[in-house]
């Protein structure tokens, strides 16, 4: 899938290059301080996400781990400045971007993108594929001519033609296609850092390593920082550098992946690791 | 792993042709198309129709017959000429203020539902000081007041008093699509609000729209027709409310002259009954939860669910019986 992709992707891998050697090796590329994020409801209020402070280095892959309902997703909301942080403070190449808005939040989002759980809702289902790549074009920052090849390009990181998907309406696509378009819409603005909020969450295994793998490779071609945010510690496991687990809002462990698999530290870690199904295990216990 | 994955559909499924063509039209959809457009039909043959409305053919109130198939109104102009004319300007004054009406709705539902925060609180403020003020108060107002009423001035007016309940129903739709993840797919795409209004969330409403159209439509025929009848109608046009206007006071009803004040009522009775019907049918179009099956897929569905039960309950039984490793006998008396 890396042959259609070797000659347009010239270019744009030595301006990713570039732009990851800006940020020097120990500064985080993003970073956010005592991040929190209140609800307000009836007879009260809940903290979704209370003061977690994480780094996002240059090139690294970060995995955010935790139950449905520790605010994880909220924490990648609010990263993604889709919404509003209670207190805290975001910083992006040591810029604070935890109030921008109008063209400076744009161009956060020309490096900072993400994928999103539902390969179904994400998609306006009125549109072909082709059109909701074409709108990514003004903020990615190219003429409409050198817009076809940037699809091209971009569509062949995730092994898909513009022929056999640009024409597509969402519902004409299977799940990992679908899956595989985000990323490719993503990718179109050559962002620097991509958030992956239970993106293979919602496909099956094969479609699930697929994506993964996708992403995977993206890292080492593009020098991507990855934030990939599961509730599966063995996806975790398989991608990312660094594990920080949360619990109720709160981050009650994190570390070096090995750290955090094998030498468990939280009891709420050890309770997740329990949880992966062993197969082994389960085979001798029915035999 | 350790979540059960939803379905995925099969990476070499023939896609779908056009999803539009699977749309089933119910009998009531048919039913309501045909009351409708045999409406516009009556509007449009006046045109063709030898006679003028404005042309005096008779005396006041002469009955139907001899050439004149409803007779002559209270100046001796022919009815069914009238009738024509009239059909046309309500249903002229009934689209155009349903189209403003629409406009207005679904440009404030949208924004006050997709944008949030104080800007909805202002503008549905608005709205609900507006539906708070009984609309046909502020049409005689208005009307009362301008110094001379045209078809398109009572239209416009008609559709400036119409709009708060569309934008109420549309806001709510309109909120429910912004929290939807191709909303921030948009946003992280870089689209801008009017783009993403337009793109994103428009297509999602549409359906309500049309609804709310065709029942905007409907409203502002009767309240022309309303407003008319009170003598606030249009200056120098026949309307169904007009007709209706002078048949009341010359005295119509009371001298039996039935053809005067009949056949605009029935018309009036048709417009508004179909356009209502063709609300609810294309409702049933748009939420296929709605859809009521047809009788013999009804039949079918109803057989193949007795089936299934009585193979449930000859399951449950054979266990029971006994240990029976048997297929499940069809008839449960079998296992006895």
């Known amino acids: ?287 | 792993m350790s979540t059960p994955n939803a379905p995925v559909t099969d990476e070499k499924s023939a896609p779908r042709s056009n999803p539009f063509r699977s749309f089933n039209f119910s009998t009531r959809f048919w039913v309501s198309l045909v009351i409708v457009v045999a409406v516009v039909v009556l509007g449009l043959a006046g045109l063709l129709y030898p006679t003028g409305s404005g042309e005096k053919v008779g005396s006041l109130y002469d009955a139907p017959g001899g050439g004149l198939p409803l007779g002559t109104d209270n100046f001796g102009h022919d009815v069914l000429a009238v009738l024509m004319a009239g059909t046309r300007t309500s249903l002229i004054i009934g689209l155009v203020a349903g189209t403003i009406a629409t406009a207005i709705g679904v440009a404030v539902g949208l924004v006050a539902g997709f944008v949030g925060g104080w800007l909805e609180e202002v503008l549905m403020g608005i709205t609900n000081v507006v539906l708070a003020i009984p609309s046909i108060i502020v049409l005689i107002l208005i009307s009362i007041s301008l110094p001379q009423s045209s078809i398109w001035s009572l239209a416009v007016v008609i559709g400036i008093t119409a709009w708060p309940w569309t934008a109420r129903a549309v806001r709510a739709q309109a909120s429910s699509v912004a929290t939807r993840e191709h909303i921030d797919v948009a946003r992280l795409s870089g689209a801008r609000l009017p783009s993403i209004l337009l793109v994103d969330v428009l297509p999602y409403i549409l359906s309500y729209a049309v609804m709310a159209f065709v029942l905007q439509v409907s409203g502002a025929i009767l309240a022309e027709s309303a407003l008319s009848m009170l003598g606030l109608g249009p200056s120098g046009t026949d309307s169904l409310g007009t007709q209706l206007h002078w048949a009341l006071a010359f005295q119509a009803v009371a001298t039996g002259a039935w053809w005067a004040f009949l056949p605009p009522t029935i018309v009036l009775t048709l417009v508004s009954f179909g356009f209502l019907l063709l609300q609810a049918s294309l409702d049933e179009v748009f939420n296929p939860r709605l859809r009521r099956g047809k009788k013999k897929q009804m039949k079918q569905a109803a057989a193949r669910r007795a089936k299934e039960a009585a193979a449930l309950a000859a399951g449950e039984q054979a266990p029971a019986a006994g240990a029976d490793p048997r297929p499940v006998p069809t008839s449960a008396g079998g296992a006895a």
Request: net charge negative; glycine share 8%.
């Open chain 1, 1 to 287: 899938m890396t042959e259609s992709a070797t000659g347009p992707a010239a270019a744009p891998v030595d301006d990713g290059g570039g732009m990851i050697t800006r940020s020097e090796a120990g500064t985080p590329l993003l970073s956010c301080r005592d991040l929190t994020k209140t609800f307000s409801v009836a007879g009260g209020s809940i903290t979704a996400v209370d003061s977690v402070s994480l780094d996002f280095p240059a090139s690294s892959v970060l995995a955010v781990v935790g139950e449905s309902g520790s605010g994880k997703s909220t924490l990648a909301r609010m990263l993604l400045r889709l919404m509003p942080a209670t207190s805290g403070t975001i910083t992006f190449r040591d810029q604070d971007v935890t109030r921008i808005k109008g063209q400076e939040l744009r161009s956060y989002w020309s490096e900072v993108q993400a994928v999103f759980q539902d390969p179904f809702a994400s998609f306006n289902q009125f549109f072909t594929v082709g059109s909701l790549l074409r709108r990514s074009l003004k903020l990615a920052g190219v003429e409409k001519e050198e817009g076809d090849h940037l699809i091209e390009e971009c569509l062949g990181y995730v092994g898909l033609t513009p022929k056999e998907a640009l024409h597509k309406f969402p519902h004409q696509m299977s799940g990992g296609q679908r899956q595989r378009v985000m990323v490719a819409r993503a990718l179109m603005m050559r962002p620097t850092v991509l958030l992956a909020d239970e993106a293979t969450s919602m496909l099956d295994a094969s479609l699930r390593v697929n994506v993964l793998n996708v992403l995977h490779d993206l890292r080492h071609e593009l020098g991507l920082t990855v934030l990939f945010i599961t509730h599966d510690i063995g996806q975790a496991c398989y991608l990312a550098d660094r594990v920080a687990v949360m619990e109720h809002g709160v981050v009650v462990e994190r570390g070096s992946t090995e750290e955090v698999i094998f030498a468990p530290q939280a009891e709420y870690t050890k309770r997740l690791l329990a949880d992966v199904p062993d197969l082994r295990g389960s085979l001798k216990h029915h035999a």
